[in-house]
């Protein structure tokens, strides 16, 4: 069976300082690894798929393998970056299934 | 394209209540998903469907019932309310290939 953890339900950091916000997923296949945000009162939405290797808001993530991660980077926070943030796996084949982790609030102190 | 779109935004059901969240989307779309969102949970899928009169179970889909008679809209019917659906309710669409879009939510209490 998937499954997506990311152990931090809340991480404070201060404005400037780096970011990183840590995914790890058990699935023995090859998954599509995403990062959703959602900002307060809004719905989710798509911050980043690790296929087109893009930095969406200065946010980068690496699929590694070997250590089964995808975690969320950004070397300066920002006070727009607070928000709550998902990470996700799409299973390969078959109607490719969704999971979600239980989600990391940041929190960006001015 | 106006998206996802669910009605209604906010609902107060008493225990024992019956009624339908409403989910389309406008994107033809084969697969649709509802979600609850609960703190320290993350979003559990209920029910999902691969097209027109598939639908299939999710993590949770115990007190709930969908159908999709058509590819744009997907209901979520809880059948006899309960507390603990008290909870945010998203609605979500997508095709092979892309990523999740997602609806606006329907905050649920049930007293």
């Known amino acids: 069976a998937q499954r997506v953890t990311q152990p931090e339900k809340l991480l404070s950091v201060f404005k400037g300082a780096p970011v990183e916000l840590k995914c790890n997923y058990s699935?023995?296949?090859?998954?599509?690894l995403f990062w959703y945000v959602q900002y307060s009162r809004q719905r989710l939405q798509l911050l980043l798929r690790h296929i087109s290797r893009e930095s969406i808001k200065g946010f980068t993530a690496d699929l590694n393998k070997g250590e089964t991660s995808f975690h969320l980077k950004k070397p300066f926070a920002q006070e727009e970056d607070s928000a709550m943030y998902y990470c996700a796996l799409k299973k390969t084949g078959g109607y490719q299934k969704v999971t979600f982790g239980t989600g990391t609030k940041l929190q960006v102190i001015p | 394209n106006a998206g996802v779109t669910q009605t209604p935004k906010f609902q107060v059901l008493k225990t024992g209540q019956s009624m339908t969240l409403q989910c389309a989307q406008d994107m033809n779309h084969e697969y649709m998903s509802w979600y609850r969102q609960d703190p320290g949970m993350g979003l559990r899928l209920i029910h999902y469907?691969?097209?027109?009169?598939?639908?299939d179970q999710g993590e949770v889909p115990n007190g709930y019932n969908v159908s999709r008679s058509t590819t744009e809209d997907f209901p979520l019917r809880l059948l006899s309310a309960a507390p603990s659906q008290t909870s945010v309710y998203f609605c979500?669409?997508?095709?092979?290939?892309?990523?999740?879009?997602f609806g606006p939510g329907t905050r649920l209490t049930v007293t």
């Open positions: 469907s691969v097209g027109a009169g598939i639908t």
């Open positions: 979500a669409s997508r095709d092979r290939e892309s990523e999740q879009y």
């Open positions: 699935y023995s296949g090859s998954p599509e």
